[in-house]
């Protein structure tokens, strides 16, 4: 059996393995990485713009000029925070006013494990298992003129699409069915990444003490998760008094449509 790595304490006992990490870095961006330290909840000081922000899973490429950085994000987030994240430690690089070269290329791969619920701004809904940002410009005919390397990389593996690459999907395979399917899950184990996590999240090679911790974040998750679901409902309530219709308060709150008729029923 797996453990969950919609879990920040089994995410990180997995991804945090130098085998894990350069097989993973490999198969999604294509790249080989020699790294010697994996960091966590990785932090700069002086703080970079006005946010403090804090990177789930960091490391650097022993030549200096790589850095990479994996975000796990159990529920939906808007892109800001992810582009903010991106854009960050690409600004981190500049030293001084003086110093506008970029030395390391940087990567930013962040993992969801729920649906999206979040739309174009045409209002299109955006069901993608693989989302690619590059920072390259490109001419007025659309040539693209490799200037940098950097790349932010969105994966969602609720969302399948046949066109997939298969070392992408073995990953998507990977974090999918440890949640979904973690008694009898079906992957491709001659990746010696995938082997390797497996083997490090198998229920019966955690410790005790990471299956308190993972036992304790899910309790929070669940704890915060009805903080947020009651704050929705406050925001809900004002919306309707207010004489906002149901479609509009479910974009606003994420709640169901039927979730704020009730709401109506029951004279919010």
Known sequence: MLGNL????????????????????RDILGIEVEVEKIETEKKF????????FELDIFAETTDKRICIEIQRVEYDHHFDRFLHYFLMLIAEQQKSSKEYGIE?????IV???APYKISEKNGKPILDEVLLLKLNPQTLLGEIRELYGHQFVCLNPN??????????RDWLDLIYQ????PERPVLNTANEGIKKAVELISFENLTPEERTQAKNKEAAKIVLTKERTAEKIEIAKKAIKKGFDNETIADLTDLTVEQIEQLRQEGA
């Open 178 to 181: 440890s949640i979904h399917s």
């Open 159 to 168: 969302h399948p699409n046949e066109e997939t690459p298969k070392q992408i």
């Open 6 to 25: 919609d879990n920040e304490v089994i995410f990180k006992k997995a991804f945090t393995d130098i085998t894990v990490f350069k097989a993973f870095v």
């Open 111 to 113: 993992v969801l494990t």
């Open 45 to 52: 000081e002086p703080r970079i713009g006005y946010v403090d």
């Open 104 to 108: 390391r290329t940087v990567y930013v």
